[in-house]
């Protein structure tokens, strides 16, 4: 059965609302999702379209701010990259793509990925600040604790959680960070 779904979250201890559309069609998966709210100061009105391969692999993003920015970024899925149509040397060998304020992109690497529990698996992220929108490369680290708790960590050590997650592998809490409302 395609998956389709309709997820939201809030902000922990912030003003600010996602609703996130999730879909599957022969091609593969599409996410449409509006999120407002306000981090650490900066205010933001956002939506984004995904679409992934039917394996969960990044294909491409639009997203657009309620200032008029948009950005988009494409994949073939194998590190090639794309920034609003010109090549993106600097994001070379990105699998994934982790956008601020959202919780939902840090389902992609749980849903693609294979796990094993206690052993922690390195990605380099697409990582897309919602205030500049100047995509950066991003190591992260997840590692499987259970089949609904993730150990998400930067690479660089300087932010830790352990996520909790439905038996699809979406955020049901994000502990200092979002706190899902329904699915």
Known sequence: ??????????????????????????????????????????????????????????RSLTLRLQDGRVLRLNSNGLGDWKRNGQRAPELEGCVDIDISGTPFTNTLPIRRAKFADGVPQHFTMAWVPLDSLEPFRDGQIYTRLDPTHYRYQAAD????????????????????LFTRLIR
């Open 1 to 58: 059965m395609p998956l389709e779904l309709d997820l939201r979250w809030q902000p922990v201890g912030e003003v600010g609302l996602e609703h996130c559309r999730i879909w599957e069609s022969p091609d593969g998966v599409n996410v449409r999702s509006v999120l407002i709210g306000e981090f650490e100061g900066f205010a933001y009105g956002a939506q984004y379209d995904i679409q992934l391969a039917l394996d969960w692999t990044f």
């Open 157 to 176: 050590g300087s932010f830790e959680q352990v996520l909790t997650v439905d038996e699809d592998g979406f955020v049901v809490d994000y502990p200092t």
